[in-house]
């Protein structure tokens, strides 16, 4: 059976990235055959070198820049899926073009603040969505999935895999670190000042923020601020994962985060994340403060990744609780949610 999986394009590595490597993974593992259908080519990034897909198509050779991107994309990569058995579009921000399955990863365009355009946007979309939308409409969170004034009748949620490395039996040191892009969006000026802060109390333990620079002259406000915090600039994964393993605490601090994979290997490598009290990474990653802390200002953050340093008991209970959580992110977990999907679309089991 052959499936089209639409996406923009396979020259950068991300969130949206790593679902679709991991779809064409697991449906390939599934005995399905399947074909890469991208907007624009671009030089296929290293990571994904290996993605097991029977061939790639790009519509353009390079990015057309298309107006009313959104829009425009899903339709020009959805003309270009026709014939598939099973169509799958990876970045469904517009619920426009009737793909089998779409997956939403951000949901942005449908959030405040509704001016003008964006409420006639919306608008088009509910009277149209019955007729040209996906006949099941995937997100990466529970929180994603609620942003939405409207849905189709079949929705659900599909969180992105966590791949872990082995920590083995590695001992947890007295580390505080943050992953994410060095970007305003990230707040990274912010994780440094409660970095900072957390230091001037308990100076014993290290801070670091792994993460690539957004640009030189934010990288440079950063650089200013960051006094006892260590930046570690374009870490690989492997890098990124000895960090992790050796961390007792991840702070976090994007605002309305849609979903939080770092948070996610956090939890897995058992560190235990400290994240602001809002989007996915509050409310399916950490659920509320079940496996984790929450804050919503810099003093909150600041108890808790001292309160995690210092008392041994603590951070032991909410570690072993962060690593049994994150079971439900791993890549089984993943194929297996997305196989009972594909086959209500395919209309092999009842809804």
Same mark, same amino acid.
């Given at each position: 059976?052959?499936?089209?999986?639409?996406? =923009? *394009?396979?020259?950068?590595?991300?969130?949206?990235?790593?679902?679709?490597?991991?779809?064409?993974?697991?449906? !390939?593992?599934?005995?399905?055959?399947?074909?890469?259908?991208?907007?624009? &080519? +671009?030089? %296929?990034?290293?990571?994904?070198?290996?993605?097991?897909?029977?061939?790639?198509?790009?519509?353009?050779?390079?990015?057309?820049?298309?107006?009313?991107?959104?829009?425009?994309?899903?339709?020009?990569?959805?003309?270009?899926?026709?014939?598939? &058995?099973?169509?799958?579009?990876?970045?469904?921000?517009?619920?426009?073009?009737?793909? =089998?399955?779409?997956?939403?990863?951000?949901? +942005?365009?449908?959030?405040?603040?509704?001016?003008?355009?964006?409420?006639?946007?919306?608008?088009?979309?509910?009277?149209?969505?019955?007729?040209?939308?996906?006949?099941?409409?995937?997100?990466?969170?529970?929180? *994603?999935?609620? /942003?939405?004034?409207?849905?189709? @009748? %079949?929705?659900?949620?599909?969180?992105?895999?966590?791949?872990?490395?082995?920590?083995?039996?590695?001992?947890?040191?007295?580390?505080?670190?943050?992953?994410?892009?060095?970007?305003?969006?990230? @707040? *990274? *000026? =912010?994780?440094?000042?409660?970095?900072?802060?957390?230091?001037?109390?308990?100076?014993?333990?290290?801070?670091?923020?792994?993460? %690539?620079?957004?640009?030189?002259?934010?990288?440079? /406000?950063?650089?200013?601020?960051?006094?006892?915090?260590?930046?570690? %600039?374009?870490?690989?994964?492997?890098?990124?994962?000895?960090?992790?393993?050796?961390?007792?605490?991840?702070?976090?601090?994007?605002?309305?985060?849609?979903?939080?994979?770092?948070?996610?290997?956090?939890?897995?490598?058992?560190?235990?994340?400290?994240?602001?009290?809002?989007?996915?990474?509050?409310?399916?990653?950490?659920?509320?403060?079940?496996? +984790?802390? +929450?804050?919503? !200002?810099?003093?909150?953050?600041? &108890? #808790?990744?001292?309160?995690?340093?210092?008392?041994?008991?603590? $951070?032991?209970? $909410?570690?072993?609780?962060?690593?049994?959580?994150?079971? /439900?992110?791993?890549?089984? #977990?993943?194929?297996?949610?997305?196989?009972?999907?594909?086959?209500?679309?395919?209309?092999?089991?009842?809804?």
């Amino acid at each position: 059976m052959k499936v089209a999986i639409a996406y =923009d *394009t396979l020259s950068r590595w991300g969130g949206q990235e790593l679902v679709t490597y991991a779809m064409a993974k697991a449906l !390939n593992e599934n005995g399905f055959t399947v074909d890469l259908v991208l907007l624009f &080519d +671009g030089k %296929l990034d290293s990571r994904l070198a290996d993605i097991p897909a029977r061939r790639i198509v790009s519509v353009f050779e390079y990015d057309p820049n298309l107006p009313i991107r959104g829009l425009t994309r899903n339709v020009v990569t959805g003309l270009a899926s026709l014939g598939y &058995d099973l169509t799958i579009n990876t970045v469904y921000h517009v619920l426009l073009w009737p793909f =089998d399955i779409g997956y939403l990863n951000n949901p +942005g365009t449908y959030m405040p603040p509704y001016r003008l355009r964006r409420r006639l946007f919306i608008e088009l979309n509910r009277i149209m969505l019955p007729i040209l939308g996906p006949r099941i409409l995937l997100a990466n969170s529970r929180w *994603t999935l609620s /942003q939405l004034p409207y849905r189709p @009748r %079949l929705s659900g949620v599909l969180y992105p895999p966590v791949m872990p490395r082995d920590c083995g039996s590695r001992v947890k040191e007295d580390v505080v670190v943050s992953v994410g892009r060095i970007a305003p969006d990230k @707040r *990274t *000026t =912010d994780i440094v000042d409660m970095m900072e802060a957390a230091y001037s109390r308990y100076p014993k333990a290290a801070y670091y923020v792994i993460g %690539l620079p957004y640009n030189e002259a934010y990288l440079r /406000q950063v650089r200013e601020r960051a006094r006892h915090v260590e930046l570690v %600039l374009d870490a690989s994964e492997g890098v990124k994962w000895d960090y992790l393993c050796r961390a007792k605490v991840l702070l976090h601090a994007a605002v309305n985060e849609h979903f939080g994979l770092v948070v996610a290997e956090a939890q897995a490598a058992g560190a235990v994340p400290v994240v602001h009290r809002s989007g996915g990474a509050w409310s399916d990653i950490v659920e509320y403060g079940r496996y +984790g802390f +929450g804050y919503l !200002n810099h003093a909150e953050a600041v &108890d #808790a990744m001292v309160k995690l340093l210092t008392n041994d008991d603590l $951070y032991r209970r $909410y570690s072993i609780r962060a690593r049994r959580h994150s079971l /439900q992110f791993t890549y089984n #977990a993943f194929k297996m949610r997305l196989i009972r999907y594909v086959n209500v679309a395919l209309g092999l089991k009842p809804t």
